[in-house]
């Protein structure tokens, strides 16, 4: 049984289900698959934090909390129904959704014998459908339609261009003239006057000295004063906007780190003091027909004060392992290991997230293990 308190201690990460993956499920014969689900795709994505498949049984959805994909199943069958290469897949195929806690990933292969032990088995039926699920999965198998390019709008006395035209091809020189143009319309539009004559605006190609010069005197009445060249009062144009390396740095907000870290690391609990080998939490998995053989092993093998659970599979490794999780415990394996004989090995799962309790050892025996 799961200790509550290593339940809360533990945090999930995704590389840590991707470790775990690798760790356990190749010897077991399950394939993990691979899912891009952030892709961009023309159908909906198959969003769960893992997918595994076996050729025997069929495809596990796993989702770990606090993820949860929607509609999973019925995504992958519509992308298998989309595909069209193998038609007898879509229905006939066993797909479960397994929602799950952390602390449930390392009893995951228990789950999983026990999700497919009602559907029909697919052993000798088909052939190389893993690789069509695969497939299906991919965000490539199903490429987004192309979009129209939006054109991008160019305002030019009161029309659009669109920036694909080729008119909508403007040199610098001539802008300039469409800007002053602008100008112009404006302060006629909005009665804008000034009290007296007003300068010319400078000509595209016009030097600056020569926009400065004042207008001829007026040829109003006489006793009106000529007014110097002064341009109208115009309202203030708004500051243009800085440069993108020049954007003014986000207001810090009180209470909150500019960094935070991804993660922090849960720490170990305590193993055996000073390496010592103790009782151990031995925990047995083996195929049915080798439950007695397993049996028989553990009472030689197991220490008098050691707990042992017995667990039948209906996949278990090709190879007689012996798993630790705590580096303090690898000498207790090793001992187990030795008194199993020979042809036992040791699997060192230190790495492996969430971990069960400490002193917890497994033990695999191979599908066609035979005692000497």
Do not use: C
């Amino acid at each position: 049984m799961l200790e509550k308190e290593t339940e809360a201690a533990l945090s999930y990460e995704p590389e840590d289900v991707r470790r775990f993956a690798q760790l356990t499920f190749t010897d077991l014969g399950w394939q993990t698959l691979r899912n891009d689900p952030s892709a961009r795709a023309s159908m909906p994505p198959v969003d769960t934090s893992l997918t595994f498949a076996h050729p025997d049984f069929g495809v596990a959805l796993v989702d770990v909390a606090p993820a949860r994909a929607a509609e999973p199943v019925e995504r992958l069958r519509r992308r298998l129904e989309a595909l069209k290469t193998r038609p007898s897949l879509v229905d006939a195929l066993p797909i479960v959704h397994l929602p799950l806690a952390a602390s449930d990933l390392w009893r995951l292969n228990i789950i999983l014998d026990s999700a497919f032990a009602s559907p029909a088995s697919l052993q000798g039926k088909e052939k190389g459908w893993v690789d069509v699920v695969q497939q299906a999965l991919l965000p490539e198998s199903f490429p987004p339609s192309p979009a129209e390019p939006e054109p991008i709008a160019v305002e030019s006395a009161g029309r659009v261009v669109s920036a694909a035209s080729p008119r909508g091809s403007f040199r610098p020189w001539m802008l300039a003239g469409v800007a002053t143009a602008v100008l112009i319309g404006a302060a006629a539009v909005y009665g804008f006057k000034a009290p007296g004559q007003q300068v010319a605006p400078a000509q595209p190609g016009q030097h600056a000295e020569e926009a400065v010069e004042p207008a001829p005197p007026s040829t109003g009445t006489p006793d009106e004063p000529a007014v110097a060249a002064v341009r109208p009062a115009q309202p203030a144009p708004a500051a243009p906007a800085p440069a993108p390396h020049q954007q003014p740095a986000p207001p810090a907000v009180a209470g909150i780190r500019a960094v935070a870290p991804l993660r922090q690391e849960a720490a170990a609990p305590p193993g055996r003091p000073g390496g010592a080998v103790g009782p151990s939490r031995i925990v047995v998995h083996s195929v049915p027909a080798g439950r007695d053989t397993a049996q028989a092993l553990l009472r030689s093998a197991a220490d008098a004060n050691d707990e042992v659970e017995f667990r039948t599979l209906r996949v278990t490794p090709d190879r007689a392992v012996v798993r630790y999780f705590y580096r303090a415990d690898e000498a207790a394996a090793q001992e187990l290991a030795k008194r199993l004989g020979p042809a036992w090995r040791v699997q060192d799962l230190t790495r492996y997230r969430p971990s069960p309790r400490p002193t917890t050892l497994e033990v695999w025996l191979p599908r066609s293990f035979r005692a000497d």
